[in-house]
């Protein structure tokens, strides 16, 4: 078998909020952004891995939930808690600098962890928990 991760998913409560962290802040390029009946699917990548993308989404969208289930997903989402990613850099200090000077929500800082990585958390505007590894 030859498998390889195409795409992830992220939702997103503000597609502006969403693309200034993920385009301006993180660096990533903007690889698609389409519309429908007043929402977003925006798709973003590092530009030297142009095979590996995440759709960040509109969380609500899936026909069928009931209001109770998009107030609970969007709950979930604000405390960071329902979905997250986890990624890496061969410069975590650098990365996690350029996190904190941009207003990102640091969660924890960079942190050298029990289970053998150093990494650090910083929520995305939604609410999304993204942990940064460093490569070793």
């Keep these: 078998m030859d498998i390889t991760i195409h795409a992830s998913f992220l939702p997103h409560t503000d597609p502006e909020a969403a693309l200034s962290f993920y385009r301006d802040t993180l660096g990533f390029e903007i690889r698609n ?4 009946q007043g929402m977003r699917w925006l798709t973003v990548g590092p ?5 590996t993308s995440i759709v960040l989404h509109p969380p609500t969208a899936t026909p069928g939930l009931t209001d109770d289930e ?4 969007l709950e979930l989402i604000a405390k960071g808690s329902y979905f997250g990613v986890n990624l890496a850099t061969a410069d ?3 990365t996690f600098a350029k996190l904190e000077a941009s207003g ?3 969660v924890q800082e960079p942190t050298e962890q029990p289970y053998g990585v150093r990494d650090c958390a910083v929520r995305d505007p939604a609410g999304n928990m993204i942990r940064i590894q460093e490569l070793r």
Aim: glycine content about 10%.
């Design 33 to 36: 952004d389409v519309g429908y």
């Design 47 to 51: 530009a030297d891995q142009p095979d």
């Design 70 to 73: 998009r107030r609970t997903i």
């Design 92 to 94: 975590l200090d650098g």
């Design 104 to 106: 990102a929500e640091v």
